[in-house]
């Protein structure tokens, strides 16, 4: 890599790691990319070298989240065959999701905050929803064809999980004066699903 690049890409990750600190200092919605770029110690205009606005950098964040899945469950051999209504099939999914929220709890605020930002009829919680749980419902279109009696069709099953998964996930990491332990929220999170998928 060149001298210029190694630049370009040590001034993009000090964006990212500014970005996520203001997130989580004081909100996606109250940072502004004047804010951001002071944090990072960086001219202003060096932020628009890399990214076209404060949604870029998000998106930008939200792919280190999804990296960091994908690391927790290797997606290229993650088979579609996994049974949700199978309990510990269930719990490790869950597990995936409960630590990679917690390792990026400012960039789920964020996204939260943008998400609550987006004009009403833009569609966009929704169209993040189905994105965001598209492994699991994968795996709910398979429990079906196995004959597995759900409660809805696996889109609406998949983004209700999704949504339970993330707003907890939300709540508990900026909960003031409450610690969570993270093997009892997976607990009890796949034990309220687990009734909800299994217990038809």
């Known amino acids: 890599m060149g001298v210029r690049k190694a630049r370009?890409?040590?001034?993009?990750?000090?964006?990212l790691e500014a970005?996520?600190?203001?997130?989580?200092?004081?909100g996606y919605l109250n940072t502004k990319i004047t804010d951001i770029t002071k944090e990072a110690g960086r001219a202003t205009g060096s932020f628009y070298e890399h990214?076209?606005?404060?949604?870029a950098i998000l998106q930008a964040l939200l792919e280190g989240m999804e990296e960091r899945a994908d690391e927790l469950v290797d997606t290229t051999v993650h088979p579609r065959?996994?049974?949700?209504?199978?309990?510990e099939q269930l719990r490790q999914h869950i597990a995936v999701s409960w630590t990679v929220f917690r390792e990026?709890?400012?960039?789920?605020?964020?996204?939260?905050?943008?998400?609550?930002a987006a004009p009403p009829g833009s569609g966009r919680a929704w169209e993040?929803?189905?994105?965001?749980?598209?492994?699991?419902?994968a795996h709910l279109e398979y429990s079906a064809e196995q004959g597995r009696d759900l409660p809805g069709e696996p889109e609406l099953v998949?983004?209700?999980?999704?949504?339970?998964?993330?707003?907890?996930?939300?709540?508990?990491?900026?909960?003031?004066g409450r610690e969570f332990d993270d093997d009892t929220v997976i607990d009890t999170l796949t034990d309220l699903l687990h009734t909800g998928?299994?217990?038809?």
């Not at 970005?19 to 004081?26: G, I, N, V």
Request: proline letters at 1%.
């Open 8 to 15: 370009a890409a040590e001034t993009r990750a000090v964006l």
């Open 19 to 26: 970005a996520r600190r203001r997130f989580a200092e004081h």
């Open 51 to 55: 990214f076209a606005d404060k949604e």
């Open 81 to 87: 065959e996994h049974d949700l209504t199978d309990r």
């Open 104 to 116: 990026h709890a400012p960039v789920v605020s964020a996204l939260f905050q943008s998400m609550v």
């Open 128 to 137: 993040n929803l189905v994105a965001e749980t598209t492994f699991l419902r």
């Open 158 to 176: 998949a983004a209700a999980m999704g949504a339970m998964l993330g707003m907890l996930g939300y709540a508990a990491n900026s909960a003031q």
């Open 197 to 200: 998928l299994a217990g038809r």
